[in-house]
């Protein structure tokens, strides 16, 4: 229609109040839109290139190669640069591409904050680490109830293997007398996607010992918001104030503090009562 009359695609647009793109599209040449809705695609389409990308992808090295790597290799080789897509849709066309690597399955980023009620209902565990004077790494794992806030177990070692863990559960099930399946029925222990926790040496203790084991999402701190405080409240008051000289000095001054911390000291989130008070009086109401 414009070449017909002479007239400028912009000036059809301009009278017909409609957008250039669109009056452009209503006049472009028919050849343009090729049958079947494909578009064009040179290289891609260009027989010599599909035979390079075959014969590469043939080869015993490259049998695994994803479009990426062949498409450097055919670069190297022969010195022809071509875009990453078009590689991608080469090898896809030509049944050469390779099924996508195993994905993590999907978990969710948060979980629901615990809200215990009662004591031995939900526990949280995590580590820490800080340096002794000689700058040597030690490394602090704790247990502490979610309800009452008390610190029921804890190992400080140097290594923090699986058993450093499990130690500490121990030291918690110990101190709540959960001797057997049966008492530690209802009990959730919840601890980060570490290395440790995740282990099969300490999941398979957690179930010797009847305990239900729990995650966090991924890198979602406050999912175990509990213990994280309590580290935060040790080094403060505790940890960062002093300079140990050994392991032993170390463990010896923790176990001070952490007695204090359980019985002595007032917590904020128990409306100012230590946990051994909040503690007791929540064991005596439920047995009441």
């Known amino acids: 229609m414009a070449r017909e009359h002479d007239r400028s695609v912009r000036r059809v647009a301009r009278t017909l109040e409609e957008p250039v793109s669109s009056v452009g599209r209503w006049v472009a040449p028919k050849a343009l839109a090729l049958s079947g809705g494909d578009r064009r695609c040179p290289v891609s389409g260009d027989p010599a290139l599909r035979q390079e990308v075959r014969a590469l992808c043939n080869e015993d090295r490259h049998r695994r190669h994803g479009h990426r790597m062949i498409r450097a290799v055919l670069a190297r080789r022969t010195g022809r640069r071509v875009a990453r897509k078009t590689m991608a849709r080469i090898m896809r066309e030509e049944g050469l591409s390779q099924p ?7 978990r969710p980023k948060r979980v629901e904050r615990m809200r215990p009620t009662r004591p031995d209902e939900a526990w949280q565990i995590d580590m820490t680490s800080f340096q002794l004077s000689d700058l040597t790494p030690v490394f602090l794992v704790a247990v502490i109830d979610g309800c009452t806030r008390e610190i029921l177990g804890w190992n400080l070692d140097r290594r923090c293997r699986a ?8 030291m918690a099930m110990e101190a709540r007398e959960l001797t057997n399946k049966a008492k530690a029925a209802n009990l959730t222990l919840r601890s980060d996607n570490g290395a440790q926790p995740c282990s099969k040496r300490f999941v398979e203790y957690l179930g010797k010992v009847g305990v239900k084991g729990e995650y966090t999402g991924y890198n979602a701190p406050d999912d175990n ?12 008051e505790e940890i960062w104030l002093n300079s140990y000289d050994t392991l032993t000095e170390a463990r010896a001054a923790l176990d001070a ?27 005596t109401h439920l047995a009441a």
Do not use: C, G, M
């Open 100 to 106: 996508r690597l195993w994905r993590r399955p999907h």
């Open 225 to 236: 918001a509990y213990v994280e405080r309590v580290f935060r409240t040790i080094k403060e």
């Open 257 to 283: 503090y952490i007695a204090h911390y359980n019985v002595e000291r007032p917590h904020s989130a128990l409306d100012y009562q230590t946990p051994a008070e909040t503690a007791a009086r929540l064991t």
């Open 163 to 170: 058993s450093e863990w499990t130690s500490a559960v121990r």
